[in-house]
């Protein structure tokens, strides 16, 4: 049976089974998947087990992601990851073997490349955060961003709310590459992107 897996900022909150033909996932009583966060939509959107199974966002206001991706209608796959709000739920389809967990992969021949952001100006101006994870969120709530490290760098994505902006530009809805120098604008921030 397909579940999701629920987390919230890195936390395992619970596994939700799959076992409506129809889930509804929003705010408030009623769906099926309750989540507790002010940036989720009342019906923010649903997953549907009729023929492949697909989530489908509901006309939210701040968007349904999978795998980084803002949609509108996806066909979910073993392993793709919904982000709704806060929240990732993990889709998991338990027929499907997990083939990650059999393969061997060799190491990268190229170290990782380290990056920064040194804040410029706003509440935390000529501090240095150090980029180290493979997910790093800004803003705060109501403006929020995700860093990702890719394979070939680094791509900033918006989350919710007010798009953040990358040298004065506003981000759409992909995301942007980021190169070294480029600066960050979000939620009453300006940072600077750097990497060795």
Not at 16 to 31: F, V
Not at 121 to 142: I, M
């Amino acid at each position: 049976m397909p579940k999701l897996i629920i987390t919230r900022e890195g936390v395992s909150l619970r596994d939700y089974p799959l076992d409506q033909q129809r889930t509804t996932i929003g705010r408030k009583a009623g769906n099926d998947v309750l989540l507790d966060d002010q940036t989720v939509s009342s019906e923010h959107a649903a997953v549907s087990l009729m023929g492949a199974p697909a989530i489908t966002d509901l006309d939210s206001t701040n968007g349904t992601f999978v795998n980084g991706v803002r949609i509108s209608k996806q066909e979910l796959r073993h392993g793709d990851v919904i982000r709704i709000g806060q929240h990732e739920l993990k889709f998991i389809d338990e027929q499907v073997q997990d083939m990650a967990a059999t393969v061997v992969f060799a190491p990268a021949q190229a170290p990782a490349r380290t990056a920064r952001l040194r804040v410029l100006a706003g509440a935390r101006a000529g501090s240095v955060l150090d980029v180290t994870q493979e997910r790093t969120t800004l803003g705060k709530s109501g403006e929020v961003a995700v860093l990702l490290r890719e394979a070939g760098g680094f791509r900033l994505l918006p989350m919710a709310g007010k798009p953040p902006q990358v040298n004065h530009l506003p981000v759409a809805v992909k995301g942007v590459a980021l190169a070294s120098g480029d600066e960050i604008e979000i939620a009453g921030s300006r940072l600077r992107f750097e990497v060795e």
